[in-house]
């Protein structure tokens, strides 16, 4: 095994029997980089020179015997995290040479633990996407089939992960961001509750739903990174002031006695026959594991993706009003005056997507169709979370598909939005809810694609899903595949 | 039809988007598809149900008054693509 | 045709916070361009508000101060619109529900007390300031005032002229200013006045199509540009024209009002709840809190002063408009226990060298101690009141103590019964004629007399001794 392939706690564990130095992982992340990257793209922005100095530096403080959680160990961002002095451009043509004067926390946070940034990773215009086909610097390619998306809007973070070109990364979920391309990548990928991780600094695309969240190769990572994430932040009003558990004490805990719900509405027509069963085979696994799956019913999921399609474009459309050329990032050149550099720039800066979004989000808040659309969607997210708070009466953790396909071919849904926004029907309702949700790989489709699917726990219960997904790759016992690259 | 072209071009006007006849074309059709979807929510009687603007219910969240540091003039204008000595420079705002 | 004028005011008062409302930024007055920012409040990617508490609190007490019911919950919500000093491309401001609502202030007209309502009182953030090139087509834009908290006052459509308008604005800003939440610097922009105006024939229920009026940045101009307006409107309706809903720029320098086309398109706002913010639940005990700590009112000062000093209700106003006044006013009159008297003073000459000087009371030289001193040496009789304007003039000019002027200038009054007696023994026997006519019952000579005896101290004796000695004397030995 290369030392790129390997998980964070492998890692620690050579590093603090001084089996390897920081120097040496991070070069062998940067050659699997110059091997392959041509090919995935999931970078924006290599940070070599950066990561090798700080990684001298780690192994000064190996050498001290200061140790810390991530010391040596190689993290790639999603290039929606502001990183002070770096350019972060959110996928977009409008902050392509944006140099932010300030790092987001969950960033100060991974530097305080000793993190190596390799670099900033590719992603869907203002996150906006479920392929990662929407970037202003070109696709990211699926690392398990070259042809395929790697899903999005975090692709960038899950191929790297996926490809060893990092060791675990960063990502932001508003519908299944996170948790969908961790999917299609065969990786673990966990959005936390609403609140649990700082979004200072974590560019917006919709507000109420933007959630910071971990990419990594196996669950006990998830845990680590889970540690250093987690916590109030008072510089962002919606965090939430909780006490945060050691997640990694739930790496190994068995299941016993618990219910796993398994909602009805989730296993619909249009699922993929390969995906169904391999999500009933985990069943049976976590049955065999102690669990106890029982039926539930979420009645209101049908009604998600329109909720979504109504709340995450409203918010975007007043979140990008600031990209209007006057502060940072493009200008259009020669306007004539105020209104033209304002409708030039944002028609330069935009791709379709991101112009889509803000059309339909300005049209369902305009005069005469707020409440129509926008009161009428924050009506239905009501329902939809009381949905979860009843069902999470009646069981422990709930059990669905995280993408009713794997990964889908380059350029098959850029045509057809609506399509595009459907593949993301099973992540949707955890942001719409704010309730946490991972997602583990479960297998592969007979073509040697990743299938994924997801926990979903009550708001901060992150240790359940923790403990669930752990206790389900430990008895599971699927075979350790890599892509062939 | 939910949109008309009309609307579609005083939306881009409001949201500040050049689109062409081509996009404007496009748009309009693209939407009326993804609105005739959001549609299905009008299946559903919310009459009483309180909207939900937030995913958790944090309240009174606030800072104290105290002085931070300011960034400064030169840091806060270095991303400006345009800035005259101390200001941004925009076309002649009238009003 | 008889037409009523109808008058609603918005009022934009910033508040005297340390920092900005969402972000530490200093909100002082007068930095180098675009110093007192942060990436919060110039609105770059991916950063957050954090509203100030103060903020909450200031407002709340503007809002108990005029009568207003303060909601159990209130949000922020977004106002959305594309403006080179608004770098979110939306404003933080309060919509369906705000922090206070459905109160009043009383406004004094033609001796009767009269209720202005107060539609609601809501927390938002401030814009930057916007510089225009005068030679060529750019602005240049400052964000130093950006998210400089601001409560804006909405009135209800009650004032019925301009002058109660004024009075409005008078009253309201006294309050402010007694809160010491809001400086009240008209000029600087911490007072800011919205008006909107229409008119109807007298007697008719509804109202009349309304223009708003922006840029009245003082009492006066504000009176000046609705009185335009209305004229303005009057003359529209008398001539077979109508009055167009929009907005209009007041031109102090033309004395017109004038239509700003360029703001009309750009009202559809799309407010919605500001996902970034959480509510804002304010308890009794909080709302007690900030009524326990309320000041004296302007009103109830007024009130008291009447009642207390027995000073009209004229002098009452004159000395509450102004808290600092107020409270000079009662310093003097603790000390000199003559409230009219001292209320005399102050709005006479005290007022008048400060207006001259267009200085505050704070700034008066004129120590409160120092005017009560005086006022008690004029009651003493050392000086008199034509000496003491002489005084007063030189201890506004030069700060000195009376004492110390009086002393210097040798102001002091001759009351020595046996010195008088001498001078006018002597004047007596140098105008023999004059006696003798004013014996014979030409009284007015009386006066001649009295100015003689002046003349001869140099003005410096005790003019009821004089008076008296000269009456007794005149009349010759009984």
């Known amino acids: 095994m290369e030392l790129n392939q390997l998980t964070i706690h492998e890692l620690q564990e050579k590093i603090k029997n001084g089996e390897v130095s920081a120097l040496q992982i991070t070069e062998s992340v940067f050659s699997r980089i110059d091997a392959v990257e041509e090919r995935v793209h999931c ?7 950066e990561a090798l100095h700080a990684a001298s530096k780690a192994d000064d403080d190996i050498k001290k015997g200061d140790i810390k959680p991530l010391t040596g160990i190689p993290i790639a961002l999603k290039d929606i995290v502001c990183t002070k002095g770096i350019v972060t451009t959110c996928g977009s043509h409008i902050l392509h040479n944006f140099v932010p004067p300030y790092s987001a926390t969950v960033v100060e946070k991974l530097t305080a633990a000793g993190a190596i940034y390799v670099g900033k990773t590719n ?25 395929r998306i790697p899903g999005g809007s975090s692709g960038g973070s899950a191929t790297a992960v996926a490809a060893d070109e990092c060791i675990a990364s960063i990502g932001s979920d508003t519908g299944g961001s996170i948790r969908q391309p961790a999917a299609l990548c065969g990786i ?40 250093i994430l987690a916590g109030y932040d008072p510089k962002e009003s919606t965090s939430v002031n909780a006490e945060v558990p050691d997640y990694r004490q739930f790496i190994g805990r068995d299941i016993k006695g618990w219910k796993i719900g398994i909602p009805k509405e989730y296993f619909i027509e249009g699922i993929d026959p390969e995906v169904t069963a391999a999500i009933k085979k985990a069943i049976t696994v976590i049955e065999q594991g102690g669990g106890q799956c029982v039926n539930i019913t979420l009645p209101h999921t049908q009604y998600c993706v329109a909720t979504y399609y109504i709340i995450a474009p409203a918010e975007a459309s007043s979140n990008l009003a600031r990209y209007d050329g006057v502060r940072y990032g493009l200008r259009a050149a020669d306007v004539r005056d105020l209104l033209e550099m304002y409708r030039t720039t944002r028609m330069e800066g935009f791709g379709a997507e991101v112009k889509r979004r803000i059309m339909i989000g300005t049209y369902a808040l305009s005069a005469g169709y707020y409440d129509a659309y926008y009161k009428k969607a924050s009506q239905v997210r009501a329902l939809i979370k009381r949905d979860f708070d009843e069902a999470f009466k009646t069981c422990d953790v709930i059990l669905t598909p995280t993408s009713p396909t794997p990964a889908f071919k380059i350029g098959e849904k850029t045509d057809d939005p609506l399509q595009m926004y459907l593949s993301d029907i099973f992540t949707i309702s955890t942001n719409l809810a704010g309730i946490p949700g991972i ?26 899903l923790i403990q669930i997904a752990s206790a389900y790759e430990k008895n599971a016992k699927n075979e350790k595949r890599r892509p062939a690259l | 039809m939910k949109i008309s072209s009309q609307e579609v071009e005083y939306v881009a006007h409001l949201a500040r988007l050049e689109i062409n006849e081509k996009e404007k074309e496009k748009f309009t059709s693209q939407l009326n598809d993804i609105l005739l979807y959001i549609d299905k929510l009008n299946e559903l009687d919310t009459k ?18 105290k002085t931070s540091t300011s960034i400064g003039t030169e840091q806060t204008l270095t991303n400006a693509p345009d800035a005259r000595g101390e200001f941004f420079r925009v076309p002649k705002v009238i009003e | 045709m008889d037409f009523e004028t109808v008058i609603g005011l918005e009022v934009h008062a910033q508040l005297l916070t340390d920092t900005k409302i969402f972000c530490g930024c200093s909100t002082k007055f007068g930095g180098a361009p675009n110093s007192h920012t942060c990436p919060v409040c110039l609105g770059m990617p991916g950063v957050l508000p954090v509203l100030n508490k103060k903020v909450v609190e200031y407002a709340m007490k503007m809002a108990l101060a005029t009568n207003c019911e303060i909601n159990k919950s209130c949000e922020f919500a977004r106002k959305n619109y594309f403006y080179p000093d608004l770098p979110k491309g939306y404003q933080i401001s309060q919509y369906a529900f705000p922090l206070a609502e459905h109160g009043h202030v009383l406004l004094d007209v033609n001796g009767e007390q009269k209720k202005i309502g107060i539609t609601r009182i809501h927390m938002e953030e401030d814009a930057g300031k916007l510089l225009h090139d005068e030679h060529n087509p750019v602005s240049y834009v400052d964000l130093n005032r950006t998210g400089v908290p601001l409560i804006e006052i909405v009135s209800e459509p009650d004032m019925r002229s301009p002058e109660e308008a004024a009075d409005y604005l008078r009253r309201l800003h006294e309050i402010l200013v007694y809160l010491e939440i809001c400086d009240g610097n008209m000029e600087e922009g911490s007072f800011r006045c919205d008006a909107n105006v229409s008119i109807r024939p007298r007697g008719q229920k509804e109202y009349g199509t309304r223009t708003e009026l922006k840029n009245m940045n003082s009492f006066r101009n504000g009176q000046r540009a609705l009185e335009y307006e209305i004229k303005r409107q009057q003359y529209l309706v008398e001539n077979g024209g109508t009055v167009v809903q929009e907005t209009r720029l007041w031109d102090d320098a033309q004395g017109v009002t004038n239509s700003m086309r360029s703001k009309e398109e750009a009202h559809d706002y799309r407010y919605f709840p500001d996902p970034d913010l959480v509510p804002i639940l304010v308890d009794q005990p909080w709302v007690d809190k900030n009524k326990k700590d309320l000041p004296e009112l302007p009103l109830a000062k007024r009130e008291r002063f009447v009642k207390d000093y027995q000073i009209p209700a004229y002098d009452a106003g004159v000395l509450t408009a102004d808290k600092a006044l107020a409270i000079y006013y009662e310093e003097v009159v603790k000390i000199c226990s003559k409230p009219k008297v001292a209320s005399n003073w102050i709005m006479g000459d005290v007022m008048r060298f400060l207006n001259e000087d267009k200085r505050s009371i704070r700034e008066c030289p004129v120590k409160a101690e120092s005017l009560a001193e005086m006022i008690n040496l004029i009651d003493e009789g050392a000086i008199s009141g034509k000496m003491a304007k002489e005084v007063v003039e030189d201890m ?17 009054q001759i009351t020595d019964e046996g010195e008088l007696i001498k001078t006018i023994t002597a004047i007596i026997e140098a105008n023999p004629a004059q006696l003798k006519d004013y014996r014979d019952g030409k009284e007015k000579l009386f006066g001649f007399f009295v100015g003689q005896v002046m003349k001869a101290t140099q003005g410096k004796a005790n003019p009821q001794l004089v008076n008296e000695l000269l009456k007794k004397m005149l009349a010759g030995p009984s």
């Open chain 1, 43 to 49: 970078y924006i922005r290599l940070m070599k020179e």
């Open chain 1, 123 to 147: 992603m869907d215009e203002f996150a906006m996407g479920s392929s990662t086909e929407t970037s202003w610097f070109g696709p990211t390619r699926n690392p398990w089939d070259l042809e």
């Open chain 1, 188 to 227: 673990v990928g966990m959005k936390p509750t609403y609140g649990r991780v700082s979004r200072f600094g974590l560019i917006a695309f919709a507000s109420s739903l933007d959630q910071i969240g971990p990419f990594t190769k196996d669950v006990e990572d998830c845990a680590i990174m889970m540690n």
């Open chain 1, 439 to 464: 997602s583990i790989p479960c297998g592969f489709t007979s073509g040697g694609l990743p299938i994924g699917m997801q926990f979903l726990a009550g708001h901060f219960e992150e240790g359940k």
């Open chain 2, 48 to 65: 009483g149900v309180e909207p939900m603007s937030h995913a958790i219910a944090v309240t009174n969240a606030f800072r104290e008054d």
């Open chain 3, 396 to 412: 506004y000019k030069t700060g000195k103590s009376p004492q110390d002027i009086i002393k210097e200038k040798g102001l002091v």
